[in-house]
């Protein structure tokens, strides 16, 4: 995924689906939840949320919650009154103030401290925060946006993030799939940055060979769009060639460690099956990856899969 000009470039049908949610809602003042995993692109969906919003005329306000010492997290927030503890010569505003009629990212929101959560479900829920040592409410108007890479309904369960948080945040909750799950994506975004790579860094115009397109969609993506960025920039200025190949990326494909218990006497038929689901089972039952390891297509798969469902499929659910 990728931001240009407030608009974000995709091929996949489900980010598709969720830029169209994003443009639907961007005109309410509810709260967004944005989740996915790190590197997917919570950040830039959420500015192009607010770019498409009635206040797009204000910058949008963002803070890392986990980046801030938790003892400076408060002041950061709400803003401190001079004197309200050692260090604070003069008055501040704190994020929220500065998002006033705007919109405020609320970044790594599953790393707010438990202490905090209270203040802030109060500040969301009256619009109105308090400076520390202040002694009056100060009304805001801000548009809530928060990211998260954490399970945050875990969270909750194991008493480390407040449920009535969770809910008023949860108010319009949005998924990013992880890049594995979007080929179209991986093969778009990587040309793409092979391209900017090449005229950022002043070296002539390289291209991906097929085997290095297989390799990029073998490979997991861990770090999802954020690593494969730095994957082919690094690429870019090693390679020797115009032409980059699969072993340029120096990408290590796990394509063992499937253990199929394969028995004497075990029929062709058993054996692909144990293979295909073994496969399923290593991909985190991701069918597109995994028709990529076992080199057929992804309808051969379904096919497989709907005739393994009329058999005993106690085994291992489809």
């Not at 604070?88 to 929101?109: C, P, V």
């Not at 002539?204 to 990029?216: G, R, Y």
Request: net charge neutral; hydrophobic share 40%.
């Amino acid at each position: 995924m990728i931001q240009q000009n407030h608009s974000i470039l995709t091929l996949d049908p489900h980010m598709r689906k969720i830029l169209k949610i994003a443009e639907n809602i961007a005109h309410s003042k509810a709260s967004v939840l944005i989740t996915g995993e790190s590197g997917t692109g919570k950040e830039l969906l959420a500015r192009y949320i607010h770019a498409k919003s009635p206040r797009a005329s204000k910058r949008l306000v963002a803070i890392n919650c986990a980046a801030v010492p938790e003892g400076l997290l408060e002041s950061e927030l709400f803003g401190h009154e001079k004197g309200s503890f050692t260090g604070a010569h003069q008055s501040k505003q704190g994020k929220f103030e500065i998002a006033h009629q705007s919109t405020l990212l609320l970044d790594e929101m599953g790393e707010l401290p438990i202490l905090l959560q209270a203040k802030l479900l109060r500040a969301l829920q009256e619009n109105e925060i308090e400076r520390v040592g202040g002694r009056e409410p100060i009304r805001i108007d801000a548009r809530i946006i928060a990211t998260t890479n954490r399970d945050l309904k875990k969270a909750v369960q194991e008493n480390q993030f407040r449920e009535d948080l969770f809910y008023r945040l949860n108010v319009i909750p949005i998924h990013i799939p992880p890049l594995r799950s979007r080929p179209k994506d991986l093969v778009m975004l990587a040309k793409h940055f092979v391209e900017v790579a090449c005229m950022m860094n002043g070296v002539p115009t390289k291209e991906l060979s097929q085997n290095a397109v297989n390799v990029l969609l073998s490979y997991p993506w861990p770090g999802n769009i954020r690593e494969l960025q730095n994957v082919i920039e690094r690429t870019v200025l090693l390679s020797q060639n115009t032409l980059i190949d699969d072993q340029d990326l120096n990408l290590h494909v796990e394509t063992k460690n499937v253990d199929i218990p394969f028995t004497p006497g075990i029929t062709l038929g058993e054996a692909e099956k144990l293979l295909i689901l073994k496969t399923l089972e290593f991909t985190g039952q991701n069918r597109t990856h995994a028709a990529k390891i076992l080199g057929i297509s992804i309808r051969t798969l379904r096919n497989k899969l709907s005739e393994y469902r009329g058999e005993d499929s106690d085994e291992q659910t489809l």
